[in-house]
């Protein structure tokens, strides 16, 4: 099975992706597409379109994971995100048949390191003891491995998991914290 994982963005998206084999995980590829910063706003979604729509043609993900929306104080940027969000979904609904979950980028954190605020290096950090040495082109695509990854010891519980309100596991909160309220579901 591969896992393709998400780090979108309006400027530039990370991608991840890895492949489950039983309780495998392994290590297939990272990197990030960045797009034209001097289009306009709307050629650049176009951009973003087709450039995922490499992505998915290429790699034929199975299942595809997305970091969801975070707080942003810019309403402006949250918006121009959710835009790219949404043309990347349309790409992978033209050209992929992969099923789309999405994680918070606490969750994802947490799922690596234990502790749902843990640094960029960490998380590179809990990366490379996993796979080996990874050169990581941006932490873009370190994030969007994480999520594969998140993803890839998540998958199975994620019908268990929407019985837990994403508040569950908010700022702040340890792995612990959220085991805790997984067991509460079970």
Do not use: W
């Not at 780090?7 to 890895?18: E, I, L, N, Q, T």
């Not at 087709?50 to 043609?57: A, I, N």
């Not at 835009?83 to 609904?93: C, H, I, K, N, T």
């Amino acid at each position: 099975m591969i896992i393709l994982g998400i780090d979108p963005g309006s400027r530039k998206a990370g991608f991840g992706v890895v492949e489950l084999k039983g309780r495998d995980i392994n290590y297939l590829d990272s990197f990030t597409l960045k797009f034209d910063t001097k289009l306009l706003f709307f050629d650049r979604l176009k951009e973003i379109y087709e450039g995922c729509c490499d992505v998915f043609t290429k790699y034929k993900p199975d299942e595809v994971a997305f970091e969801s929306l975070v707080y942003v104080k810019n309403v402006s940027s949250l918006v121009k995100l959710s835009q790219a969000r949404g043309v990347m979904l349309s790409a992978l609904f033209s050209h992929g048949k992969g099923s789309v979950f999405e994680y918070s980028p606490n969750f994802v954190k947490a799922s690596l390191t234990s502790y749902g605020l843990s640094s960029k290096a960490s998380v590179e950090k809990a990366l490379n003891l996993i796979f080996g040495e990874i050169e990581f082109e941006t932490d873009d695509s370190s994030d969007a491995l994480a999520i594969a990854f998140c993803h890839s010891i998540s998958r199975n519980k994620v019908d268990k998991l929407r019985g837990v309100s994403s508040s569950s596991f908010g700022r702040g909160k340890t792995l612990k914290t959220f085991a805790s309220k997984y067991l509460e579901t079970k």
